[in-house]
């Protein structure tokens, strides 16, 4: 049967810039539920693009992995927007966490939750998968506290344009140097940059580098981080949107004391992690495997279980 009539449709259970999301079951058994998020596909995509959307989205089919959220299905619906048909997550997400005052939480959590993102992130990357949205908002959270992956940009570039813009402008603080000055081949250190700066929000509860426009993200990048020049980060000049800075107002390369001072709870070695993936040059800076295989994980103290990590109220 054609894959539409798999699932029905429940209640609304959100809005985001792009998108309506419904909590749904399939057809044949009500006890599945599934969240079935309908993209607001641009008019000019219509008129079987939204077919070539749903053979590209497809793959993400494939990536199955505890840690990245399931997408059971891909379809183009009358209208000829696009429904993608994913594992329904109850819990909220990151985001929501860091905001909430009410919720107290601790280094042992955080390595709960960064693990989480990690592996997931791992298993992209392992499968040449590049997610280039990772921020709390984007990491959900199932009913047993498992934190998924969500909302891979790709199913976004079919939305409309005038709403990507007001998107990015939310994504900003978590996009690495080399994507603001313009870089066209980019690789999976950007979603480890990103990954790093959840890691410092986690920590400090508010954004770490949070500008207000791009060039105002790039300034606020060099002043915490450093600025980039040809000495640390090889080939920057040639990239589009570098703007040399003169030398009297050139900040030097942090080092683990910044990040030690500035990170005092996530202890030495995490703050070495975390230095590891906020390095500007991303040849230098961690891979996701790497990440995962930082000392930080085994020593003291453990990962909070899933079942006693704190939840939204
Ligand atoms: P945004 O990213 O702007 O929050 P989304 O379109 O991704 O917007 O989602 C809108 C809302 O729908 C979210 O805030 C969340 O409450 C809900 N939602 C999204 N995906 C799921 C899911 N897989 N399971 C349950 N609820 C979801």
């Not at 959100?14 to 009500?30: F, K, M, N």
Request: with cysteine.
């Amino acid at each position: 049967i054609d894959v539409r009539e798999r699932y029905v449709k429940d209640k609304k259970v959100g809005e985001g810039t792009y998108a309506v999301v419904y909590v749904g079951h399939l057809r044949h058994d009500p006890s599945s539920l599934v969240a079935i998020k309908k993209i607001k596909v641009n008019a000019e995509y219509k008129d079987g693009l939204a077919m070539d959307a749903v053979r590209e989205v497809k793959y993400l089919q494939e990536l199955k992995h505890p840690n990245v959220i399931a997408l059971h299905d891909v379809f183009s619906s009358k209208d000829q927007n696009l429904s993608l048909v994913l594992e329904f997550l109850p819990g909220g997400d990151l985001e929501m966490l860091i905001k909430d005052s009410d919720i107290h939480y601790g280094v042992a959590d955080i390595k709960a939750w960064m693990g989480m993102l990690a592996r997931g992130v791992w298993w992209c990357h392992e499968n040449f998968v590049l997610h280039r949205d990772i921020k709390p908002n984007n990491l959900l959270i199932a009913a047993d506290g498992e934190v998924k992956l969500a909302d891979f940009g790709l199913a976004r570039s079919f939305a409309d344009p005038l709403f990507n813009m007001t998107h990015q402008v939310i994504t900003r603080w978590y996009r690495p140097p080399e994507l603001l000055y313009g870089a066209r081949q980019y690789s999976g250190a950007v979603d480890v940059w990103s990954m790093g700066m959840v890691f410092a929000e986690l920590l400090i509860r508010v954004p770490f580098v949070a500008g207000n426009t791009d060039l105002d993200q790039t300034s606020k990048i060099c002043e915490a981080f450093g600025t980039p020049t040809e000495e640390n980060w090889p080939g920057v000049s040639k990239l589009p949107y570098y703007i040399a800075t003169d030398k009297a107002h050139l900040v030097p390369l942090q080092g683990r004391d910044f990040f030690m001072r500035q990170f005092p709870t996530a202890g030495p070695v995490g703050a070495d992690l975390l230095m590891s993936m906020c390095a500007l040059d991303p040849r230098k800076r961690s891979t996701a495997v790497q990440c995962l295989r930082h000392n930080w994980w085994t020593i003291e103290p453990r990962p909070t279980k899933n079942e006693d990590l704190p939840r939204k109220s």
